[in-house]
């Protein structure tokens, strides 16, 4: 059997820098509400465990009431500016297409597991042309319990038709790990995401500062 099989990617902070979509959005948001817009680096030391996680930071971080009502009413708002902003200020990081399509061309099955909502995930994944390498592409549904739970990594090996021991899971926090590991995935973190801990202190088995690292650093993976 070939090595690796398939290769199980985070979204936000992995493939993609989205931080000033998130901002805008979250920012926008939080004026309606009256309340302070964040500087981009505060949204930075909060984000990456899906929006509402977001928000509900966003409220503590300034003293603002966090009733369910009014997580539930920013939550709402978010999405539509999330929705209306889309890609307008997130990037690629560099090296990435080329090394999807190199994995891609060598028969490797691609999927993206994300605590980005859905429906918002499938319109910025066609937006930057991600579309083309990834099958499934699985986000947050109100079916679907977020990440660490394993169902959404399940879920995608189930798609690509491959058990654990041929997949290989691409992430940028400890969110990523833990669901890696729920799964007995090995799990490779990228130092230039949003994990609020150093990299090499997330338990991952190796640490890759740019994408072009990441081609060795799977290879070096000790095979099932």
Known sequence: MSWPRAIVCDLDGTLIDSLPDIA???NATLEEARLKPLPVDAVRAIVGR????LIGEALDGQGAEQSPGLLDALYARFLVHYEAARATRTSLYPGVEAQLAAWQSDGIRLAICTNKPQAVTDLVVADLGLDRYFDPIIGVTDARPRKPDPAMLTACLDGMGVTAAGAVMIGDTATDVKIAR??????LICSFGYARAPAGELGADAVVDAWSELPAAVMNLPTP
């Open 24 to 26: 805008a959005s979250l």
């Open 50 to 53: 899906g929006a509402r996680v």
């Open 182 to 187: 729920a799964v007995g995935l090995p799990v």
